[in-house]
């Protein structure tokens, strides 16, 4: 399946140039995780990333193509836990290689809504994340005690990617986080947008919608995502056979 590929050149060509800091993973790199949400108390913090008036986003995409997605690694654009004074902008972008975007298309659904949901299970110590789902945004609190802990990026990412590593369709995460002043969040916050559309679309035409694209509401998202259709389409000859 292909349907996020195009988001996911547009996402890379957005970091295209930019200085970038690279970590494979590594699970003993992970950060200490609490198992349930932290309140990390204003007094408590250090700075927040992603606070309103700040740029921010938040989203996943999907491949099955290793040409795009075929190392476990944390990107870093920007500066790291340790070396940010004050709020800034704050992105962080998930690029999944899934095995079983080749599989029986209810499964393939499922199974990206059961990883997506993955996010909601990592609460590194002292790093509390509030999502806003609604406007693709994601904004963290990091507690001063964490930082002279010694948490980064690194140890972040590799807990994300350790929960994302825990379903074996997974074969492949990267990680991407971004705190650099003068990228494009804006931009990103629009691919996390199309992101959600595409995977909306995907459920609606998962449950059984009619395939009538003229008078289909979904029809802009199925005319800008190259194989939506092809996807629709074959899910209707199947159920008609059955
Ligand atoms: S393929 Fe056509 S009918 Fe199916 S969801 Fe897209 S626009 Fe609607």
């Not at 606070?51 to 997605?69: D, H, I, M, Q, R």
């Not at 980064?152 to 995460?173: C, D, H, M, Q, T």
């Not at 449950?207 to 003229?214: A, H, I, M, N, R």
Request: glycine letters at 8%.
């Amino acid at each position: 399946m292909e349907l996020y590929n195009s988001l996911i050149k547009e996402s890379k060509a957005l970091f295209e140039n930019a200085p970038v800091k690279t970590w494979d993973y590594a699970p003993g790199d992970c950060w200490k995780d609490l198992g349930a949400s932290e309140l990390v108390l204003q007094k408590d913090a250090a700075y927040e990333m992603g606070a309103s008036g700040k740029g921010s986003a938040n989203y996943v995409l999907f491949t099955s193509g290793p040409e795009l997605v075929n190392r476990d690694q944390v990107l870093l654009y920007g500066p790291d836990l340790k070396d940010i004074r004050g709020e800034v902008d704050f992105a962080r972008i998930v690029l999944l290689r899934v095995g079983v975007l080749d599989d029986d298309d209810e499964n393939v659904y499922r199974t990206l809504k059961d990883i997506e949901f993955a996010k909601y299970h990592v609460y590194p110590e002292g790093y509390m994340v509030r999502m806003s789902p609604e406007s693709y945004r994601e904004q963290v609190r990091v507690s001063k005690i964490a930082l002279r802990q010694g948490i980064s990026f690194r140890s972040v990412g590799a807990s994300y990617i350790a929960e994302y590593k825990k379903n074996p369709n997974v074969l492949n995460a990267t990680v991407i986080f971004a705190t650099a002043p003068g990228l494009d969040y804006a931009q990103m916050q629009k691919l996390a947008k199309k992101a959600t559309a595409v995977t909306g679309t995907l459920t609606h035409i998962l449950e059984g919608l009619p395939t009538d694209c003229s008078v289909c509401a979904l029809k802009d998202v199925c005319d800008e995502v190259e194989g939506m259709k092809e996807l629709h389409f074959g899910v209707g000859d199947k159920s008609e056979k059955h």
